[in-house]
Every structure is written in C-alpha cells, then in structure tokens.
C-alpha cells in the first residue's frame, strides 16, 4: 500500500484509547496515547508487508470531530 492510513481513536468503556483503521482491518488499544501509538506502529507493521507499508499515518480524534462518515 502505498498513500496514506487512517485510524479513528475513541476512548472506550473500560478508559481504554481504541483505534481503528477506515478501509482496514486493523485495530489496537492502550492505555495511554504513548501505549497506543506503540501498539498501532506493531498493528501496521504485522498487517503490511514492508514493500506495503503506507507513507503516512493520520490519526483522528472522535470526540474532537463535530462528525465522522466511515464507511460501513
């Protein structure tokens, strides 16, 4: 894959910080932005092969967005 990867972070029910991948199947959690940005750097590199790996990686904020369309 070659372009950019989004992931959509949201705390959860237990305090966790989830993200999750739009157009992927990739999810990962931490306990802190450190921890889950650790997590997500060992979640893209198990998905992608290293010729894959995307030239950027945007994380969003939801509950700093007014709204958010992700495809289904």
């Known amino acids: ?5 989004t992931f959509i972070i949201r705390p959860n029910q237990e305090g966790l910080l989830e993200a999750r ?3 992927h ?9 450190e921890e889950l940005r650790a ?3 060992e979640a893209i590199l198990c998905h992608f092969d290293k010729d894959e790996l ?13 709204h958010l369309l992700i495809p289904a």
């Open 1 to 5: 894959m070659s372009g950019n990867l």
């Open 21 to 23: 991948a739009v157009g």
């Open 25 to 33: 199947s990739i999810f990962t959690y931490g306990k802190s932005i």
């Open 39 to 41: 997590n997500l750097l």
């Open 54 to 66: 995307p030239e950027s990686v945007d994380l969003l904020d939801a509950s700093k967005a007014d």
